[in-house]
């Protein structure tokens, strides 16, 4: 049985890969900072609920604390967690305290948790580290005029996934043992950034979890240290 932690995985993105691996034979840990929502998310799809906040050192400890005494062991870790920060009509929002913000999470999150789980990943046969990027993270998307990325401009954000790819090839190359990928989703209809979903021009987040889900399947022999998308590999 494989074992399977996702971070932000209450709603959205994370909670459509949840069910996914659910649904694919995995032992799900679903971690969420809200314990309602979170505990209701893993009731419905039949996930184990941890309560995770990825930009507390302590909480993370914590959360991986508790799956270390259940004897579950882990296999996967999807860095899910992420955040944007909008200001006054929707754009970004550029103080300091919002950038903080979003880079906490985006980027010392990702780090805070695979630290502490790269213990467990290590007794894995086949451990495997999964990092929501985007291709507004993507120095080949952004200067690539037939993508979208390219004509979005998103200077907090895109700046904290580029950071995001560079923490994946970096853990790809400091633990040979443990695949690494960075995967970009698809615009998807999500409440990032306070937006309604409902409105969004973004596909359904379960279509955009299938690209995440493949990446968390991945076998001894998958790659690592690479950036993929529904089409195959994407250009850093």
């Known amino acids: 049985m494989t074992t399977t932690l996702i971070t932000g995985a209450n709603k959205g993105l994370g909670k459509e890969t949840a069910r996914a691996l659910v649904a694919a034979g995995h032992t799900v ?12 998310a893993a009731d419905e799809l039949g996930a184990r609920f941890v309560q995770l906040d990825v930009t507390q050192d ?10 270390a005494e259940s004897g579950t062991g882990l296999d996967v870790l999807v860095n899910n967690a992420g955040i944007a920060k909008r200001g006054e009509g929707m754009s970004e929002a550029l103080d300091g305290p919002s950038v903080r913000e979003v880079y906490d999470t985006n980027v010392v ?18 451990p495997v580290v999964v990092n929501v990027s985007s291709a507004l993270g993507s120095f080949w998307a952004t200067h690539e005029p037939t993508r ?27 633990h040979p043992e443990v695949k690494f990928n960075a995967v970009e989703p698809g615009i998807t209809a999500t409440e990032l950034g306070g937006g309604d979903p ?11 979890a299938k690209i995440v889900a493949k990446l968390a399947m991945i076998g001894p022999d998958g790659p690592t240290g690479t950036f993929q998308e529904d089409a195959g590999e994407l250009g850093w």
């Open 109 to 126: 999150g990702i780090v805070r948790v695979t630290e502490a789980a790269l213990p467990l990943l290590a007794r894995s046969d086949n």
């Open 198 to 208: 409902g409105s969004h021009p973004g596909r359904p987040a379960a279509e955009s």
């Open 29 to 40: 840990w679903l971690g969420a900072r809200d314990i309602d929502r979170g505990q209701a």
């Open 148 to 174: 979208p990325a390219s004509h979005f401009v998103s200077l907090v954000y895109g700046s904290s996934k580029a950071a995001v790819s560079m923490l994946t090839v970096q853990y790809a190359n400091a």
């Open 58 to 67: 302590a909480s993370v400890a914590a959360a991986l604390a508790t799956i």
